[in-house]
């Protein structure tokens, strides 16, 4: 990274006087701003990565096949690589952000100790975000591929490639734009690395809408009679197929037949993650192209510097961030970066906890009889599909 410990230079400090406010002054209100933000995110980190750690080993235990009895609930592939992806997500966090990092109005990232050099907090910042997206990534990877599985749907290599050329095309972009910062010294890579996010999530609208209006209720018709149907209506909080019109023109609704308890908490876990993630998906699509405007065409981005005191088009990636306290009159600390690091890694510990600590009556069992346990100890897509169609085929053939 160059030659470490060359702070920037900044023209304008702020004023020590200043205006003030409830008897704080501008400096010392954003001073304690940005620490108080600071601690409760290295705090809240040591509690994420306690969690996913203590989720990691127990997942472990469970996927100890030796010791355990035929038809035992096992961890599915998908949890097993999403909290090894969390245990990465909160090591490079916690290094991203051990020196503390805080938006401004003149787009300038400002540190709190000013220990870090620029280079080296952007190399863990984009492994954090790469991890993160795969992990969101292959946990829908996982749910597209056992629900077209066991539909006997074709193209889900098909979708699994678009997921994952998508992410792949994202987080080169991240790199691109983390790397483009270094090397140009100009905010306009900023708005590139926002707009990166835009194919990416274009791509899972696309298959979250899919998987909730298309996927999701065939595969309900599927536990409903044994047999997959196009003919679906919305009826209550599930989609279900309608027969034929009885004598009197009414519709009769089929309703699951005794599935397994493990099988409705699957697609309700599916359907309930889609959502949401659709919802967040449409959100960044609304704002996030309206953030890379604003930066590029109201705020001049690309001939703005990231770190003031140097020249646009210098290597700036040994430099150390300005710190907070440095701030110039006039510009104001965005603190909405730092509280939305914040509320990502809660929603993850939250899913990590509920995952964790879901009963094994929910789980899926590793087989039909006669099937040996995995030697990965965990349940692949394919060993998930095999397990629903074991369950619904019984009864398919009961009713013939």
Not at 10 to 23: L, N, Q, S, V
Not at 51 to 73: D, G
Not at 194 to 213: D, E, I, Q, R
Not at 344 to 362: E, H, K
Request: aromatic share 10%.
């Amino acid at each position: 990274f160059g030659t470490v410990g060359t702070r920037s230079k900044i023209e304008t400090r702020a004023a020590r006087g200043g205006e003030m406010a409830f008897g704080v002054d501008e400096r010392t209100f954003d001073k304690s701003l940005a620490f108080g933000l600071w601690a409760c995110h290295m705090l809240s980190l040591l509690v994420w990565m306690s969690t996913f750690v203590w989720a990691l080993v127990r997942q472990r235990l469970k996927a100890n096949v030796k010791s355990k009895p035929f038809n035992s609930a096992l961890p599915t592939q998908c949890e097993v690589y999403s909290t090894m992806f969390l245990v990465a997500y909160a090591v490079f966090d916690l290094l991203r952000g051990l020196d503390g990092c805080f938006d401004s109005s003149d787009g300038v990232c400002r540190a709190v100790f000013g220990i870090t050099p620029v280079a080296l907090r952007f190399v863990f910042w984009a492994l954090r975000d790469i991890v993160l997206l795969w992990n969101i990534n292959e946990v829908l990877s996982y749910s597209v591929g056992w629900t077209h599985k066991a539909l006997g749907w074709p193209q889900v290599q098909g979708t699994q490639r678009l997921l994952r050329g998508a992410c792949a095309f994202s987080c080169c972009g991240l790199i691109g734009c983390f790397t483009g910062l270094c090397v140009t010294n100009r905010q306009s890579y900023q708005a590139g690395a926002v707009a990166s996010m835009v194919v990416l999530n274009s791509v899972w609208v696309k298959t979250n809408w899919a998987m909730l209006k298309k996927v999701l209720p065939a595969l309900e018709v599927f536990l409903a009679n044994g047999k997959v149907s196009t003919d679906v209506v919305f009826a209550g909080d599930i989609q279900v197929r309608c027969q034929a019109p009885d004598a009197d023109g009414e519709k009769e609704l089929l309703s699951p037949r005794g599935a397994s308890p493990w099988v409705h908490a699957a697609v309700s876990q599916v359907r309930t993650s889609a959502t949401l993630l659709l919802i967040a998906n449409i959100a960044i699509l609304c704002v996030f192209p309206c953030i890379a405007f604003e930066k590029l065409v109201l705020k001049g981005a690309h001939t703005s510097p990231l770190i003031p005191g140097n020249d646009l088009d210098s290597w700036v990636g040994s430099q150390l961030s300005p710190l907070v306290t440095e701030k110039p009159p006039g510009i104001t600390l965005n603190p909405a970066l730092e509280l939305i690091e914040i509320m990502i890694g809660w929603l993850l510990w939250t899913y990590t906890v509920r995952t964790s600590r879901c009963d094994d009556a929910l789980r899926p069992r590793y087989g039909p009889p006669g099937t040996s346990p995995p030697p990965c100890g965990y349940i692949s897509e394919d060993a998930f599909a095999s397990a629903l169609l074991a369950e619904v085929s019984p009864r398919a053939k009961k009713d013939e």
